[in-house]
């Protein structure tokens, strides 16, 4: 099985951001291996808010988050952005996420093929 890419692409001060959060990539299972390109989590716990700027991957992403204490807990699929993406970390929080392989999405969407 191959491994999670351990890169920082896209991540703008990785070095920073890895100061004040927990990341991990893993592997999906054997059996979604070819849709699914790897599971990703940050956590933090935070004194301050922390914003964090990422440039998006040609991928979708299925994104559930919290991002601070008394903060709703959300969800959404994110797809491929032309714009840097920034996001205010606080408090205590985590953010879970599937990056799809290219294209993969379509399996999950229920989306009928282009003609």
Known sequence: MRQPRRDTRGIVDPAELMRRVRFRRLAPAAGLAGLVEHHWF???DLDEPYEQHVVGHPAVNLVVMRTGDGEPV???VSGVSRHLFSIK????????GVQFRPGA???FSGASPPR
Do not use: N
Request: hydrophobic residues 55%.
């Open 74 to 76: 959300t969800a959404e």
């Open 89 to 96: 970390l606080a408090e205590r929080g985590w953010v879970r």
């Open 42 to 44: 940050v956590d933090w």
């Open 105 to 107: 999405f379509r399996a």
